[in-house]
C-alpha cells in the first residue's frame, strides 16, 4: 500500500514570496491533515479535510494561508506572502475515517523563508 | 481544555537498559492516546494507541505503555533500549467525541552504545 506523498520535500523562498505543497493521502483515506512543524516543537494542526470539507481550520492563519481539497483527494497548501516565522515542516497525514483513527504521515516539506 | 505534557525532552539510555518516556495528560473527557516516533528525515510513524480497551497497550519495536486515569499518565516504556531507538518521540492526545490531536513538545532518545 502507497502511503502518503508529499512534494517538494524542501523548498527555499525569499519572505513576501509565495509558495504551495502538495499532498496525495493514501487511497480510500476520507480525512486529511495539514500540520505545521517548527524546530524544536510538536506538529500543531493547521487544517483538517473530511473528503472535500473543512472540519477545522482554527488554527490556520487565513490572512496569508489557504488549502484546499478539490474532488475530495489531493490537497494543495498555499502560503503567501510568506514570512520568516513560517519556516517550518508542513506534514501531510490521512485516516480512513475521523474519530480516534490513526494517521498515517507523509515525510513532509520543509520550508526555508529568508 | 486539554494538553499533553512531555516531561523530558532529552532522554540518554545505554543500549540494553530500560528507556521510559513520559508523557502527562489533561482532559475532561476520556481521551485516546498515542505515541509516534519520528526518525531524521523520515514521517512520523505510530507506535501504539490507546483507545478505551485494555490499559496496557503493546506496541511495535518492542514498546508499551499503559493508561493510568488516575495519575492522568501515558508513559511509554522499552525492556531494553536498541541502537536503532534513538529518534524523537510524541506523545498525542485525542478526545473522544471530537477529532483534535494534539501533540506534545517532543522527547528526544539518545541511545549510547
Known amino acids: 500500500e502507497a502511503g502518503v506523498a508529499q512534494s517538494p520535500r524542501y523548498k527555499i523562498i525569499e519572505k513576501r514570496q509565495s509558495v504551495a505543497f502538495w499532498c496525495n493521502p493514501i487511497?480510500?483515506?476520507?480525512?486529511l491533515y495539514w500540520y505545521q512543524q517548527i524546530l524544536g516543537q510538536g506538529p500543531k494542526l493547521l487544517i483538517q479535510?473530511?473528503?472535500?470539507?473543512?472540519?477545522?481550520d482554527s488554527q490556520l492563519p487565513k490572512d496569508r494561508f489557504s488549502a484546499e481539497r478539490l474532488k475530495g483527494v489531493d490537497s494543495t497548501l498555499k502560503i503567501q506572502p510568506a514570512k520568516l516565522e513560517d519556516s517550518a515542516v508542513y506534514l501531510c497525514?490521512?485516516?480512513?475515517?475521523?474519530?480516534?483513527?490513526?494517521?498515517?504521515f507523509g515525510p513532509g516539506t520543509r520550508l526555508l523563508v529568508l | 481544555a486539554q494538553s499533553v505534557t512531555q516531561l523530558d525532552s532529552h532522554v540518554s539510555v545505554s543500549e540494553g537498559t530500560p528507556v521510559l518516556l513520559r508523557c502527562n495528560y489533561s482532559?475532561?473527557?476520556?481521551?485516546?492516546l498515542f505515541w509516534y516516533v519520528q526518525h531524521p528525515n523520515k514521517g512520523l510513524q505510530l507506535l501504539l494507541k490507546?483507545?478505551?480497551?485494555?490499559?496496557l497497550v503493546k506496541g511495535i519495536n518492542g514498546f508499551e505503555a499503559e493508561f493510568k486515569k488516575s495519575e492522568t499518565s501515558f508513559h511509554l516504556t522499552k525492556p531494553s533500549a536498541h541502537m536503532s531507538d534513538a529518534a524523537e518521540y510524541f506523545c498525542?492526545?485525542?478526545?473522544?467525541?471530537?477529532?483534535?490531536?494534539?501533540f506534545g513538545s517532543g522527547t528526544k532518545l539518545n541511545v549510547k552504545p
Open positions: 487511497s480510500g483515506h476520507a480525512t
Open positions: 479535510f473530511q473528503n472535500n470539507g473543512v472540519v477545522d
Open positions: 498525542v492526545v485525542n478526545l473522544y467525541n471530537f477529532n483534535k490531536f494534539y
Open positions: 490507546y483507545t478505551s480497551a485494555a490499559t
Open positions: 497525514a490521512s485516516s480512513l475515517r475521523q474519530k480516534q483513527e490513526t494517521q498515517y
Open positions: 482532559s475532561s473527557y476520556s481521551p485516546s
